[in-house]
């Protein structure tokens, strides 16, 4: 099956719900069990059937079950929110002494949970320049358990190498484990380049509506108990109303991202086209550093990219950003709005030097007219020249 026909109809199963298209929401905790033996024998089956409330309801499997199916994975596992996919996918594999690599790039709270949490159970974190590609192969130590990739990295929007640094990984003895959340299921296809473990923020495209959180872990066969296990230890299981609303989302997935890359590249290409811009970072461009690697191994490009102004005072950045009417400056993206927010700030580095010429900004293309949105951009930068020359 062609991706937009898996999008339709994987993880369906109507004979299940009386004829139903959608599997409903089963607000559950207690599930009966009527006899002993059927009792004893759920504990067996926890991963499998419904059996507890925290171990999934037939929506949790239903989402699983297409994920999993678009990724090209084994079995996938939701989470409630894509931060827990990371905790709980980083430890399944580490113990105190353990050593692991993770992209420079990396989502910010993937570094501070490293930083503290992990750090504080006595796993080492070594960060990577996320253009390092096979060369990652001299940091990897005996103890390096696990290799994090994010590509591209969502405010830097570097491309990484993944089969490169996926093979370096597993000659060193170690697992890699990505965050697809920007190229969602459907424009990357983690297994096929070697990755092991799969997650993204389902809170982003997958739901698409900006109204839930959720997150998502997709394995191979290989890891899948280790993973499952590891999150449902820890408890990090999906609600149940937010499974469905994932599962609705996903339903229209296929068309939503091609209008958000259309509108996303059509952006980009008037935004470079500014003399207020110094450089946009967006791996679609042909002249952009990561577009030799995002050609080879994506399918598109989500409406998630970054902007680099000429230096300017941040008053001037301030008046672009509050002259705006149609982009909302708000955290998240891959809902149906547009959305902007300064990234300057947000963005740390300790492996790898990142000196932008001047402020940064981080755009996600909405699904509106994109000519609206442009004369939202004119105005903001209108009133960012208004600050320069007043
Ligand atoms: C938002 C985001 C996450 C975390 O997802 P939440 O659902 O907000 O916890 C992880 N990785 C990336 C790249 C993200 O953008």
Redesign the pocket.
């Known amino acids: 099956m062609k991706p937009d026909t898996l999008i339709a109809h994987a993880g369906r199963h109507p004979e299940d719900h009386h004829g139903a298209v959608n599997p409903p929401v089963y607000r559950v905790s207690t599930v009966l069990h009527p006899t002993v033996a059927d009792l004893e024998e759920s504990g067996r089956l926890r991963f499998d059937k419904m059996t507890y409330g925290r171990y999934g309801t037939p929506t949790t499997f239903a989402l699983e079950e297409a994920v999993a199916a678009l990724e090209g994975g084994h079995r996938a596992i939701a989470t409630s929110?894509?931060?827990?996919?990371?905790a709980g996918a980083l430890c399944a594999f580490v113990k105190a002494g353990d050593h692991i690599l993770v992209t420079d790039s990396a989502?910010f709270?993937?570094r501070r949970f490293c930083d503290t949490v992990l750090k504080g159970f006595g796993v080492e974190t070594t960060y990577y320049d996320p253009l390092i590609g096979s060369g990652i192969a001299s940091l990897m130590r005996p103890d390096t358990r696990v290799v994090l990739l994010?590509s591209p990295g969502?405010l830097t929007f570097e491309v990484q190498d993944v089969p490169a640094i996926a093979a370096a990984a597993h000659a060193g003895g170690a697992v890699a484990i990505m965050?697809n959340?920007?190229g969602t299921p459907l424009f990357f296809k983690p297994f096929e380049k070697g990755i092991d473990v799969s997650l993204?923020?389902?809170?982003?495209y997958i739901v698409g509506h900006s109204d839930a959180?959720?997150?998502i872990v997709t394995t191979t066969k290989e890891h899948f108990l280790r993973v499952k296990t590891s999150i449902s230890t820890f408890g990090y299981s999906a609600g149940s109303e937010e499974v469905y609303l994932a599962l609705r989302g996903l339903r229209t997935l296929a068309v939503r991202l091609r209008q958000h890359q259309e509108t996303g590249i059509l952006l980009a290409n008037w935004l470079r086209t500014r003399a207020e811009v110094a450089r946009v970072m967006h791996p679609a461009l042909h002249d952009d550093p990561g577009h030799p690697l995002w050609f080879r191994d994506f399918d598109g490009a989500c409406g998630l990219f970054g902007v680099c102004l000429k230096p300017c005072p941040k008053e001037a950045v301030d008046a672009f950003l509050n002259s705006l009417t149609l982009f909302g400056m708000g955290?998240?993206?891959g809902g149906f709005e547009s959305l902007i927010v300064p990234t300057s700030d947000a963005i740390e580095r300790t492996a790898s030097p990142w000196a932008p010429p001047g402020p940064t900004l981080r755009i996600h293309a909405g699904l509106e007219t994109p000519d609206d949105l442009i004369a939202d951009l004119e105005r903001g930068f209108a009133a960012l020249r208004g600050v320069l020359s007043g």
């Open positions: 929110s894509g931060l827990a996919a990371i989502y709270p993937t994010e969502s965050d959340t920007w993204q923020a389902a809170t982003k959180m959720l997150g955290y998240s993206w």
